[in-house]
């Protein structure tokens, strides 16, 4: 089983270059979100998806953009890329909703995409 | 706002026992807890959703006390693959829609075990 999946892996930018990030899942999970981890930070929130047609903006959304492009599918965009996104990127799915009321159902998590920005 | 982790650091020999302890200023609906190796994707340990309540796995347990908004993590008689940095991540009471508002994570408690 795939899982999730991220693209690239490694990407190398230079200052005021656009990439997206691309991520998959087949899990038929309703939720996915972005992350970005820095050395000391943890995760922070990026973006989510709480469901297909919906994005909503994390801890960190300045400098990105999202898109929720069917149940699959959720890429990140960096329009000007600048030298503090440099990090490393993850992407993660899961399912919202279930038995007893739970909210929160366990994230999976893709790879990761290790981006640099010069 | 980032829930506080403690330590943020052990080391330990293998076959003692640790605790990883997670607070939020905020009053918590969950908490998960997940490790991660170096240079791998996080792995998730389990979820607690209520005050009290303990979840187990294998040799690693976890409490959630609702009122402290606190959450323990505990791993007994460790062992050498239980390195990693661990994380809590929080969930907020209160939102009443539906689907899902993503976890805050703290900033990670490092465990190196020591043969």
């Known amino acids: 089983n795939a899982g999730v999946t991220q693209t690239p892996k490694f990407q190398v930018l230079k200052t005021g270059q656009s990439m997206t990030l691309q991520c998959a899942q087949d899990?038929?999970?309703?939720?996915m979100y972005w992350y970005r981890q820095d050395p000391g930070m943890g995760l922070r929130l990026i973006y989510y998806?709480?469901?297909?047609?919906?994005?909503d903006k994390g801890e960190v959304p300045n400098g990105y953009n999202v898109s929720r492009l069917n149940k699959r599918e959720f890429s990140l965009r960096l329009e000007s890329a600048a030298p503090s996104q440099t990090s490393v990127y993850f992407c993660?799915?899961?399912?919202?909703?279930?038995?007893?009321?739970?909210?929160?159902?366990?994230?999976?998590f893709g790879e990761g995409s290790r981006l640099t920005v010069l | 706002q980032q829930p506080v982790q403690s330590p943020q650091a052990v080391i330990l020999r293998e076959g003692e026992d640790a605790v990883i302890n997670c607070s939020s200023s905020?009053?918590?609906?969950?908490v998960h807890w997940y490790r991660q190796k170096h240079g791998e994707a996080p792995v998730f340990l389990m979820i607690l959703l209520k005050g009290g309540e303990q979840k187990g796995h294998e040799k690693i347990s976890a409490s959630f006390n609702e009122k402290k908004q606190q959450s323990s993590l505990y791993l007994t008689a460790s062992q050498l693959s239980y390195s990693g940095t661990y994380f809590c991540?929080?969930?907020?009471?209160?939102?009443?829609?539906?689907?899902?508002?993503?976890?805050?994570f703290g900033k990670g408690t490092h465990l190196i075990i020591q043969p």
């Open positions: 899990m038929n999970h309703n939720s």
């Open positions: 993660a799915s899961s399912w919202q909703g279930g038995v007893g009321g739970l909210r929160s159902g366990e994230l999976f």
């Open positions: 991540g929080t969930e907020v009471r209160g939102y009443s829609g539906g689907g899902a508002d993503g976890l805050t």
């Open positions: 905020k009053a918590l609906y969950s």
């Open positions: 998806s709480a469901s297909e047609g919906t994005t």
